[in-house]
């Protein structure tokens, strides 16, 4: 029997390929975009897991949703390191959510009831950072210089330990879940929302760019 994490990852690669491909990460990967704009996509990422962490707190206690809250992973504070490192120590000032950026917090608290819900951008966000934005990560410590202690911490893990093994042990918690073929088709639904959510803010971050080029 194939397994749930089998299923969701085999659903939504399409989708998953489709946010890696998105033009701002292409010009971002080129070296083509000046530090600033490399900090916008900081700064929705910070208003995103504000939101995402800050539900994951709330959930600590369920007895299904509880098991994908990680305070390991948690990435507001490393988050703030990176944004002091690209824009100083006003960068609260410098920084606003995009509409896109607001349209995706609304979503993730609006499924913040359902464990479902919360487990599917969990997954679309979490396992997206511990794999391709572990080669994000070093592309931009090559491109900008940053290094460990403010510019690319939101892309380090030191806290997990191994990122392979901490992998297989999501997989095998998505696998426990065992859900019914709605639960998991909602589910799959959800995460394929938070795809396209997550995809719709680097677009807009492009236009951004352009504009301002």
Partial sequence: MTS?????KSATWSDHESAEGESYLAELMAGRLTPAEYGEMVAQHYFAYVALDGVSRTLADHPVAGRFVFPELYRERALERDLAAVYGSDWRDRITPSKATRTLV????QVADWPGGYIAHHYTRYMGDLSGGQFIRMELQKIYG??????????????????????NEYRARLDALAPDEREQQRIIREVKLAYQLNTEVLTELLHVVKTAA
């Fill in 4 to 8: 749930f994490s089998e299923i969701l």
């Fill in 106 to 109: 609304a979503r993730i608290h």
């Fill in 146 to 167: 940053y290094h460990k202690g403010g510019g690319v911490d939101f892309y380090v893990f030191d806290e997990v330990g191994s990122l392979p093994r901490f992998k």
